[in-house]
């Protein structure tokens, strides 16, 4: 048996309404997988090592559901744009340059390191539509010791030439390539969005997904123009997920399916979701910045459906997933008073629900300290956060992530190995 | 003469619409003041000693209008709470503590060495009622160099008992202490809110203001519930402004007032503002996270009102004036794409005119490196913020704002003196 015991406060969400608190508590981690936390240390583990965080919060490692590796060297730029606007004018022109592999090689690089060094344990990734820049990324990601899907993205109409792809050829040959060669790091089937994929490309990359048995990532109903949008070039959908499901990319019959915004999914869209067990990987940040709108989250989640957190670089700005949380909480609460007081504003225990199990889902048992999950965990020291009057932990955890960065993060352990 | 001279990139706001960007310029300090930017240097400045700070950006100072300094211990905490609930169980209990002097300066410490660290160069402060720690933290204040107002703040009714106030003396006798006192630190009249200060204290800080020709600061129109309650408090009052009028607590005859928040101000609300020459302390992240809503921005610029930024810690979870101009671009677009389309969001440009000259205002010549503006000036470095692109200097400055943190400030000025 290999395995360690973390000593400190273990702070991790029992539902997504409650942040369980056990302080001074033993955490087992056994071959990767967590064992459980114990107010003492339980007799069958008095053999494994201690390593002795008191006084310290240890949280799950936080899953950033969707997040734009292309795009991570313009994060912060070009925010007084809309979402159509903005990829005609910034996301294209750029993701052209990674047609070569040293521009690839820089900027991956750079996007790999701070992800590395971030709240974020796991990631589902966009790429570009170039397949060797996107396995040059997973091999990085790999040798980060990070968990992530990474998608190379499909494209061929409505955009700029250079980033159209003949065929799913390129696809299949990166599948052939990637699917299985990772321990963590695995393939996803990525269509940008409907508007730049014709029916013959998704069509052909909806039977990859079957045939290799990948999972499947996309955008869907973010903006109210490219909901029309839509709508006209799938007339016969009877809502932006249907347009997905009529090629079989909307997660029917055990297909893993992943749907980034959903700011304006419908009743009919909702039942859908829920019926093909679609996860929904919520950007806030990015949902301001273009302008889309707010997701009510409350409402989806009193629904059943599946919900995490995203930062969306770059349409979000950061890839901090503690701002991904202050993001969620703050839109929520205009939504609430600008919009619609029939959802109710997301809690602090909410937020850190969706970043943590709420979207762990999506990568099997993670994102809480259960028997059984797979042991990601972050260490955090406050001590620079500082204060005048005593405050509970609960409390700490709270300022953490309003206040913190990641010079808060002290230890990282993805499936149970220490990143640092 | 005594000076120097900054060489760069000058970054600062041409108007409310535009940053005017200098790259390798040379910027004249002269006694304190700002004699311009400059591609050559010029004759009468060639004596001044040159600071090469080549490839950095320098940027004015920036203007946190409103910051409660008794409420900084626990900024980014109890955010799942509404204004007047939040003020019940969270702020008043704690202010109770600053009649504790050794409280007071164990947290007024931190507030102070975590403001001078920051983007803020001048500040306008709340305290809590209590004069001996009100002028405890005017004392660290003017040693740490920044500029501010700093207010003893006004209450005696609608509050636990421990936090209400015999009559206006306490106030007298602060002002005899403090006005005139220091160079950098000045005292004003600041009533927490009209439903805090009983008709009889009001009109007596309304003299004092006048006889002590002290400026007033306060919160006006912030909510909703809030305003209805000010409709029967002060039912002769045609509006939330007027209700100080009636005080002369709103900025006529010279009277410099600076009101935040205004999220609800109406046309006559308006008017008078204009009239009196009201500045707006424009708290975005607050109004989010109380669930305020948010203010036309936009709006009261084209009408020819003059505003300025601010973090309102702890209604705002952070000291950072870079975090405010974010918050404000993005709560702007949500108030546009889920209310109103009639105001624009707000661009950048327009965010940084609000942190730097827009709130400056209320201080004088502030904001802008013109000639005859104090000298207030940030020298920032962003080699941190890696990007694989070429990208221009005006977008080096927006990556700063939304990736940056108090990191990436290399130093700081204040009235021509260096403070780190």
């Known amino acids: ?237 009877v809502n932006y997920g249907d347009a997905y499901a009529k090629f079989d990319l909307f997660g029917k019959d055990g297909q893993k399916c992943l749907m980034s915004h959903c700011v304006y999914s419908d009743e009919r869209e909702m039942a859908m979701m829920k019926e093909n067990g679609v996860v929904i990987a919520h950007s806030p940040e990015s949902n301001m910045n273009v302008a889309s709108g707010v997701a009510p989250i409350n409402r989806y989640l009193d629904y059943g459906l599946r919900v995490g957190l995203a930062t969306d670089v770059a349409g979000g700005s950061h890839e901090s997933m503690f701002r991904a949380m202050i993001h969620a909480i703050q839109s929520s609460k205009l939504r609430w008073r600008l919009l619609d007081q029939s959802v109710a504003p997301l809690t602090f225990d909410t937020a850190f629900y969706l970043a943590t199990r709420g979207g762990g889902v999506f990568f099997g048992k993670v994102g809480a300290f259960e028997d059984g999950f797979e042991f990601d965990a972050l260490v955090l020291d406050d001590a620079n956060l500082d204060h005048p009057q005593q405050i509970t932990t609960h409390e700490r955890l709270e300022r953490i992530v309003y206040l913190g960065d990641e010079r808060n993060i002290i230890h990282k352990y993805v499936r149970g190995v220490g990143l640092f």
């Open 1 to 237: 048996m290999s395995g360690f015991v973390l000593k400190g406060h273990i702070c991790h969400s029992a539902d997504k309404d409650r942040i369980e608190i056990l302080e001074d508590h033993y955490l087992i981690c056994e071959d990767g997988i967590c064992r459980g936390a114990f107010a003492v240390l339980p007799e069958a583990y008095a053999s494994l090592p201690v390593q002795d965080m008191s006084g310290k919060l240890i949280i799950p490692g936080l899953s950033d559901l969707h997040i734009h590796a292309s795009q991570f060297g313009y994060r912060g730029l070009g925010m007084d744009m809309e979402l159509l606007e903005w990829l005609e004018h910034h996301a294209f022109p750029e993701e052209r340059k990674f047609a070569d592999l040293d521009y690839a090689e820089l900027a991956y690089g750079q996007f790999v390191r701070h992800l590395r060094r971030s709240e974020t344990t796991r990631a589902c990734i966009f790429t570009t539509i170039h397949r060797e820049a996107t396995e040059l990324l997973m091999e990085k990601m790999e040798e980060s010791g990070l968990v992530s899907y990474v998608g190379k993205v499909n494209m061929d109409r409505h955009c700029p030439e250079f980033l159209q792809e003949k065929d799913e050829s390129e696809t299949r040959l990166w599948l052939e390539h990637t699917a299985g060669k990772y321990q963590n790091t695995k393939p996803i089937i990525t269509p940008r969005f409907i508007p730049s994929c014709t029916d013959g490309l998704l069509y052909a990359i909806g039977r990859l997904s079957r045939e290799y048995d990948v999972p499947v990532q996309s955008h869907v109903s973010e903006n109210l123009s490219e909901i029309q949008w839509v709508k006209e070039l799938v007339p016969d959908a």
